[in-house]
Nanobody, 115 residues
Framework: QVQVVESGGGLVQAGGSLRLSCVVSGSIFRFNTMGWYRQAPGKQREPVAAITSCGGTSYADSVKGRFTISRDNAKNTVYLQMNGLKPEDTAVYYC?????????WGQGTQVTLSS
């Protein structure tokens, strides 16, 4: 049984910063790719950032220059550093680990911006 657990969400002022963490446990292997997604009320879940096992990264246009994804393989943890937060960043943020043919999702952590 693989567990994917996000943490670090909360209420933050516009222009502020948060650092989300995603810890993977219960597995003897490392995921090839991990990513962050978000879903706002009434909207589809959308990709935010992804990182490969060798450190390659990709970002949604809406967060480029503000968010940074990183991973610590020794701790089986992926991070999302979010700076310059905007009201439109309000959403539930989900972590996903991928190892073909399966995807593993966390329960999500709420990020709420106050203007």
């Amino acid at each position: 049984q693989v567990q994917v657990v996000e943490s670090g969400g909360g209420l933050v002022q516009a222009g502020g910063s948060l650092r989300l963490s995603c810890v993977v446990s219960g597995s003897i292997f490392r995921f090839n790719t991990m990513g962050w997604y978000r879903q706002a009320p009434g909207k589809q879940r959308e990709p935010v950032a992804a990182i490969t096992s060798c450190g390659g990264t990709s970002y949604a246009d809406s967060v480029k220059g503000r968010f940074t994804i990183s991973r610590d393989n020794a701790k089986n943890t992926v991070y999302l550093q979010m700076n310059g937060l905007k009201p439109e960043d309000t959403a539930v943020y989900y972590c996903k680990g991928s190892l073909w043919p399966n995807d593993y999702w966390g329960q999500g952590t709420q990020v709420t911006l106050s203007s």
